[in-house]
């Protein structure tokens, strides 16, 4: 699933995500932004951030590293 479809529309998203898993939608899951639970990682300011697509495309800047790897995946079947 491209990360394009959680940051255009976070609930469907979330939705098809927990249904593959067998999980339960839970009321405000993509409401990230909300949750106040301690974070110990490098990326603490960003998980208080809404979902948005401020990071679509930085991909691109990796692509001339990324191609066989992107190759082998579309190989194998992956968006």
Do not use: D, K, N
Not at 13 to 23: I, P, Q, S
Not at 41 to 58: K, M, N
């Amino acid at each position: 699933m491209p990360y394009a479809a959680l940051v255009t529309e976070p609930a469907a998203t979330a939705r098809r995500v927990l249904e593959f898993c067998g999980l339960p939608w839970e009321e405000g899951c993509t409401e990230i932004e909300r949750h106040t639970a301690p974070v110990t990682t490098a990326s603490g300011t960003q998980v208080r951030e809404p979902i948005h697509g401020g990071g679509l495309g930085h991909w691109r800047r990796y692509a001339a590293w990324l191609g066989p790897l992107r190759e082998r995946l579309e190989g194998a079947g992956a968006e």
